[in-house]
């Protein structure tokens, strides 16, 4: 069993920047991969970011590549989501998951290979 916690979302101007974090109990950190989804007001779910069990591999949806970038720290159970130059289409709830994969290099991008969310932190972009 996993619980994530997710924090650091809040209000920031167009072209601003947010980092996220995701706080994660027990001692398996390490044997997950990651990952990042955000969902905005009427929209789906969709994928934003992942990382794999080390670090090692990474993955973007074409809408945050280049602005967003997603790290970990397995020794404090931790996984980050740096914001920069936002956008308000980038307005939305963000949920990190984490999921229990078989090879070590993978980075999941469906959701439903995630096999538990944190209850989301929100993220507006507005001046």
Do not use: H
């Not at 619980?3 to 947010?18: A, H, I, K, T, Y």
């Not at 980075?107 to 944190?118: A, K």
């Amino acid at each position: 069993q996993v619980q994530l916690v997710e924090s650091g979302g809040g209000l920031v101007q167009p072209g601003g920047s947010l980092r996220v974090s995701c706080a994660a109990s027990g001692r398996t950190f390490s044997r997950y991969a990651m990952g990042w989804f955000r969902q905005a007001p009427g929209k789906e779910r969709e994928f934003a970011a992942a990382i794999s069990r080390s670090g090692g591999n990474t993955n973007y949806a074409d809408s945050v590549k280049g602005r967003f970038t997603i790290s970990r720290d397995n020794a404090k159970n931790t996984v980050f989501l740096q914001m920069n130059s936002l956008k308000p289409e980038d307005t939305a709830v963000y949920y990190c998951a984490a999921a229990n994969t078989a090879v070590s290099g993978a980075v999941p991008l469906n959701r439903r290979q995630y096999d538990y969310w944190g209850q989301g932190t929100q993220v507006t972009v507005s001046s």
